[in-house]
Structure formats: structure tokens, C-alpha cells
């Protein structure tokens, strides 16, 4: 499995960004879809998931802001992110875990928010 990650960029606090994850096959073979990120100095965290029944989950610090959700016909996951935060900079990594239970994870794109 080969996921894509695009769309990150520098971008001015309260602005948006759209990402996206383009997979090499269909998202609907996944059990689990996210996306994750890591600033510098800190630790991978979730940032917001979507299962395949569409239920989604996100980290506190996104709750309002952020919104992920799944585009079958183009086998992404996308990540639409408003009123971006100085603190929203970061890489962002698409995951996807399989009925397996196999995760998967793409390259990273870079998020930058100015203040």
C-alpha cells in the first residue's frame, strides 16, 4: 500500500489548508484511516481518524476546527484544517490500518502556521 500525502504549505494563523491522502487502492479496504503529526521535539500524535463506517474521532486540540473525511471515488482521505494555529505546525502523516490490522503510513507533509 503507497499513500500520498499532499497540501501542506505556509500559511498565516486563521487561515486553512486542505490535505490529502491519495492511496494506491481503494480507502474502502481499510478498517481505519487518519492522520497524524509531529512537530519538532514532540512525539507523533493523532490528529483525527475515520473509520470505514464513517465514524470519526479527533484530538481535543482540533475539535472545531478540523475536519477529516473520506473521498471513495479518488481512494483519499482528506483533512481540512481552519483557524490554524502557530502550534498546528508541524508534518502531517496519512495512516491507514487494514482488517489485519496492519498500519501503513505515507510521507509526511509539512504544515507551517506564522503568527
Known amino acids: 500500500v503507497q499513500l500520498q500525502a499532499s497540501g501542506g504549505g505556509l500559511v498565516q494563523a486563521g487561515g486553512s489548508l486542505r490535505l490529502s491522502c491519495a492511496g494506491s487502492r481503494s480507502m474502502l479496504g481499510f478498517n481505519e484511516m487518519g492522520w497524524y503529526r509531529q512537530a519538532p521535539g514532540n512525539q507523533r500524535e493523532l490528529v483525527a481518524a475515520?473509520?470505514?463506517?464513517?465514524?470519526?474521532n479527533y484530538a481535543d486540540s482540533v475539535k472545531g476546527r478540523f475536519t477529516i473525511s473520506r473521498d471513495n471515488a479518488k481512494n483519499a482521505v482528506d483533512l481540512q484544517m481552519s483557524s490554524l494555529k502557530p502550534e498546528d505546525t508541524a508534518v502531517y502523516y496519512c495512516?491507514?490500518?487494514?482488517?489485519?490490522?496492519?498500519?501503513?503510513r505515507g510521507q509526511g507533509t509539512l504544515v507551517t502556521v506564522s503568527s
Open positions: 475515520i473509520t470505514r463506517a464513517g465514524s470519526t
Open positions: 495512516s491507514v490500518i487494514d482488517w489485519n490490522g496492519n498500519r501503513y
